[in-house]
Structure formats: structure tokens, C-alpha cells
């Protein structure tokens, strides 16, 4: 398999080079920045809601619990392992890759001076529920434009491509297995950690239908 299903197309998988050189090059920039800081921002309503963070915080805290090293390295270590099963998965790096690492923490650092911090409870549930409507819509901008993957995104789209699975399965099966992981490593979870663990695979392949931009070369 050379790429991966969208709809009614196929999303050939590109070089960091034929990612320059494809065509809708200045769409696919500004599709790629929106992206990233709207996923930056959807972590910070997500923090904000105090009702369970992403399967992948769980376990850079479980990682943190149990090796007594900070959140931040934690997370850090953990975008290092899962770049490295890209080798295997013969998954291409690209211009996304570099700045979702940059971006996305920088964004959600911003976006954290003026989202005010929920006071109900209500409140916290409407984060929770904006927050995972947004991540997963922007998760998806970011992926169409084409232009590669962050480490995480990039496990899940190497999986799909070599299993020929559903993006939903393949994305939710990777989500519950980091879900659990960083729970037996004595991760916090909460309700809005199942929720995004369930919702991501099925969001994200719903979105990327509307979301991939498609080139000339594409099947």
C-alpha cells in the first residue's frame, strides 16, 4: 500500500522533497500552521477542563511516577521511541514532523493567557467537549496538508498504510494501548482521557475526508 484511503481517493505518501515540489503549495502552508496552533489550542481546553488529559500525557506522567524524571522529559522520550518505530513503518518525515514538535507546545502555551480557567462544572465539561470537537478537527487539518506527520500521528498513519486497517481502528487501537500502558505505570485518568481515546480514530477519519488536500498525483 503507497498511501492511505480518503474518502474516494488515495493520499500517496510523499519525500520531504515531493512535499515541497507538489502543487497548492501555499494552501497547504497556511492549512499546516492553522493546524498546528489549533491543536495547541485544544490541549490547553483540554488541561483546562480538569476531567482527564490525552492517552499520551497519561503515560509521559506514568513514565515521570515511575522513573522520577519530569512530565516534559517524559514527553520528550517518548516522541524519541515513537519516531524511532517510523523505521520500521517506513514512515516519511517532513516539514510538519518538525514543527509539530515547535508549534504545538507553543500554541497551547499562548492559548493558556487567555482561555480563563472554568469555574462549574458545566464549565469543565464544555472544555472537555470543545476541546476534543477541536483536536481532533485540527489534528486532521494539519495531516491534509500534507506535508508529514508529528511522531504520534506518524505511528498511526505508518500503521494504517502497512495493515490496511480503518484510520479509526488503527487510531483507536494505538490510543487504548497507550491509555493502558500509562495507567499501570500509575498515569492519572479521567473521564475525558476515555473519551479522547474513543473519539480520536473515528474524528480524525471522518475529518481527513474533508480535510486532505488532494493532488494530481493521488489514485
Request: hydrophobic share 55%.
Amino acid at each position: 500500500m503507497t498511501g492511505v484511503k480518503h474518502g474516494r481517493f488515495v493520499a500517496r505518501r510523499m519525500t520531504a522533497v515531493e512535499q515541497f515540489r507538489a502543487e497548492k503549495k501555499a494552501w497547504r502552508l497556511v492549512q499546516l500552521l492553522v493546524g498546528l496552533v489549533g491543536y495547541g489550542t485544544a490541549l490547553t481546553f483540554l488541561v483546562g477542563s480538569a476531567l482527564g488529559a490525552s492517552a499520551w500525557a497519561v503515560l509521559a506522567e506514568g513514565l515521570s511516577v515511575r522513573s522520577g524524571i519530569s512530565f516534559g522529559l517524559a514527553t520528550s522520550l517518548t516522541a524519541v521511541v515513537v519516531l524511532l518505530c517510523w523505521i520500521p513503518l517506513r514512515e516519511l518525515p517532513g516539514l510538519g514532523t518538525v514543527l509539530n514538535v515547535v508549534m504545538v507546545g507553543a500554541a497551547a502555551d499562548v492559548a493558556a493567557l487567555f482561555v480563563p480557567a472554568p469555574t462549574s462544572l458545566p464549565q469543565q465539561v464544555g472544555y472537555l467537549l470543545l476541546g476534543v470537537l477541536m483536536l481532533t478537527f485540527f489534528d486532521a487539518v494539519y495531516l491534509g496538508a500534507r506535508f508529514g506527520s508529528g511522531p504520534r500521528d506518524g505511528l498511526m498513519t505508518g500503521a494504517v498504510r502497512l495493515s490496511g486497517k480503518p484510520i479509526w481502528m488503527v487510531r483507536t487501537a494505538i490510543e487504548l494501548v497507550v491509555l493502558a500502558a500509562g495507567w499501570l505505570l500509575g498515569g492519572t485518568v479521567g473521564v475525558g482521557t476515555v473519551l479522547i481515546a474513543l473519539a480520536m480514530g473515528p474524528l480524525v477519519q471522518q475529518f481527513l475526508r474533508f480535510t486532505t488536500v488532494r493532488l494530481k498525483s493521488d489514485g
